[in-house]
């Protein structure tokens, strides 16, 4: 008799599935990146390629990983008995889900102790709001010259009392001559328009806004490192900051989805109330039409731009989250007949509007503080941690009960980034437990408990005064072309090497199948997939994520942080990231390869195929036990006669 083991768990209904799916593709990107980059790509024009690239690699990608999780209920390791050769997607997927978790939780962290501090500050004002403060420098400037309202002779005298070195200025009298074709001996002789041409932009006085020099001289104390050679020591009110993210992660995943599922009512439905709240608050200002303006100008000539194309498509891969194995873990504890296609179409959706709307709420208050400060919106506008925690929150800082909005945006960070933690900590949890279901699964919470502690201490190098520059080189190269690769290399096992193995050597007695995988998407959903899903499958998906790699390549630069760039040896450790997954899926298909020879390596274990009893239907009711779960009698629980199938022993205790 088999041992008995514990179920995976389930969701406690399809709603609690279709919003954890809402939550970890709606993460921090929609808000930090999306909206920088529409307006850096063409304004509206951007979602021409945009949407495109959603059609072609990011929805086929969503379904083909909700699909794969679903049909076998397996984890992001062990669902691939469909060809053992390459298991090494699992870990792949495991290993960037746990590095990428390692960092995405630091960020988690800062959002947590913004909204400390904005609490705090509920009786008065944002600390990060004026520049009266010990921590800040002689650099730090509120509100920029109204150059624009000024007639010649006092933006001359502010431009020179505050804004240009006249020194600097001087040296370059003889390149304003030779452009001008007038002969200038002193900065005295030119006009405004002359000292503001890109020419004179290396003699800017630099300043810094209060928000920037909170964000770097109390929240990270960076002026106190030299760089990832001198990290400094542990910030403390950070630490503790990070414990607690880590505190929270593991109270949501302590019963897996039970609880997860739970949680994602309110951390998944939230952001969009404060969307709507910034939103609005931020249409009532003056000003907004110029953000609004600046984000939306659609550029119709930029479509001729590869760069557009690519950034466009690299972000909408990156937004679904594909690669990580989020998505298959998520859809592990769906129900058999789950329509796993309707909820693909219906989250992209959510995601891609989501990510469209988030630019709106971010650009009318970027407009109204370039308006309240005298600037450009081009000179304000930011992506990632530097929107999120220095132009937003000095945005912010100009509004009447700032710490309140403070404290409503940073909240909604929290909830953003929840979302998609817990699908990426609960990748690892479920793709090792997978592999030992007997001890970890009945040690679930124990085993969660330590899975977050060893989180938070890898984590501890990245709250140090330093710290900032270790998490740029992580989310640098951490989810970077390893995820698409690792892609591709579902679709080719799918679409390819399962196809060829059934069409050769039929699975359980079966008929050889052109692509076996759509007969076991119809046991689910009750319809083969469409012509569309086939042929992005087959053709237009392995091209596009092969067209985001070469451009990627091609647009390739070595991580900074702001002007700080990373030694030769920094770089080398941010591509062993980049390889080590990567090197994962070789490794352990030439490792089968050797272990069981070519032909069983590549074809699918006997216990491939549905987990529950009651759904092995058709080629696959001759099943015995799968996963060791005892569903039926233990008399079923011997392994199965080979009927022309492949006895592939890749995890001999699970057949």
Not at 128 to 146: G, K, R, V
Request: glycine letters at 8%; aromatic letters at 14%; proline letters at 5%.
């Amino acid at each position: 008799m088999a041992e008995e083991v514990e179920e995976r768990g389930s969701w406690g209904g399809r709603f609690e599935f279709l919003l954890s799916c809402v939550g970890y593709a709606v993460g921090l990107g929609n808000v930090w990146r999306f909206p920088y980059l529409c307006y850096k790509n063409g304004g509206a024009t951007f979602l021409i390629p945009y949407a495109i690239m959603l059609v072609i690699a990011g929805l086929p990608l969503f379904f083909l990983e909700l699909a794969v999780g679903q049909f076998a209920s397996e984890g992001p390791i062990t669902v691939w008995k469909v060809s053992p050769a390459f298991h090494g997607i699992g870990f792949a997927m495991v290993t960037i889900s746990a590095m990428v978790s390692i960092y995405y939780n630091v960020i988690i962290m800062y959002a947590i102790y913004y909204m400390f501090v904005s609490f705090v500050s509920l009786d008065t004002t944002v600390p990060w709001a004026t520049c009266d403060h010990e921590w800040t420098t002689n650099s730090c400037m509120t509100t920029y010259p109204p150059l624009k309202s000024m007639n010649e002779t006092t933006r001359m005298d502010n431009l020179y009392d505050r804004l240009y070195n006249t020194s600097c200025i001087d040296t370059l009298v003889g390149n304003f001559s030779e452009k001008y074709n007038t002969t200038f001996t002193n900065h005295t002789e030119l006009n405004s328009t002359m000292v503001m041409d890109k020419l004179a932009d290396d003699c800017k006085i630099r300043f810094y806004s209060p928000s920037a020099e909170y964000w770097e001289r109390v929240v990270l104390r960076l002026h106190e490192s030299e760089g990832l050679g001198d990290l400094g020591g542990i910030s403390l009110k950070n630490a503790v900051c990070l414990f607690l993210a880590w505190v929270l992660i593991f109270a949501c995943l302590m019963k897996g989805v039970k609880s997860s599922g739970k949680v994602v009512y309110f951390t998944a439905t939230f952001p969009y109330i404060i969307l709507v709240v910034l939103l609005i608050r931020g249409l009532t200002l003056e000003g907004y039409e110029e953000g609004i303006y600046f984000y939306m100008t659609p550029q119709l000539h930029r479509l001729t731009e590869a760069k557009v194309w690519g950034d466009a498509a690299t972000q909408i891969f990156y937004s679904l989250g594909a690669g990580f194995g989020g998505l298959l873990t998520m859809s592990s504890f769906n129900k058999f007949k789950n329509n796993c296609e309707l909820d693909a179409l219906v989250v992209a959706t959510i995601n891609c509007c989501t990510s469209v709307f988030a630019g709106f709420a971010i650009f009318s208050l970027l407009g109204h503080m370039a308006y309240t400060t005298n600037r450009d919106v081009e000179s304000v506008v930011d992506q990632g941690p530097g929107l999120a925690f220095i132009a937003y929150p000095e945005g912010i800082a100009k509004l009447p009960l700032s710490p309140l909005w403070a404290f409503l945006f940073f909240f909604m960070l929290l909830t953003l980034g929840l979302d998609s933690q817990f699908a990426m900590v609960e990748t690892l949890i479920s793709g090792i437990s997978d592999i030992f279901p007997r001890f970890l699964r009945k040690n679930k919470i124990t085993f969660t408990a330590i899975c977050c502690l060893i989180g938070f201490l890898l984590g501890l190098p990245q709250v140090t005064k330093g710290g900032i520059y270790m998490l740029t080189l992580m989310d640098w190269y951490c989810g970077s072309y390893n995820l698409m690769l690792v892609a591709l290399a579902e679709i080719i096992c799918l679409m390819y090497v399962y196809a060829c193995v059934s069409w050769f050597w039929p699975q359980h007695g079966a008929k050889p199948s052109f692509i076996p995988f759509l007969e076991d998407i119809e046991m689910m959903i009750g319809h083969k997939p469409n012509p569309y899903w086939v042929i992005n499958w087959v053709f237009l998906t392995p091209v596009a994520i092969l067209f985001i790699v070469i451009v990627s390549a091609t647009q390739y630069s070595p991580a900074k942080y702001g002007n700080y760039t990373f030694p030769p040896w920094a770089e080398g450790i941010g591509w062993c990231m980049v390889v080590a997954p990567l090197a994962m899926i070789l490794i352990v298909m030439l490792v089968q390869i050797i272990r069981l020879g070519p032909r069983r390596a590549f074809s699918p274990t006997r216990s491939w195929g549905p987990a529950n009893p009651e759904d092995r239907t058709g080629k696959y009711a001759s099943l015995g036990h799968v996963n060791g779960v005892t569903k039926v009698p233990p008399t079923v629980h011997k392994v199965p006669p080979d009927l022309n199938g492949i006895d592939n022993k890749s995890f001999d205790y699970r057949l």
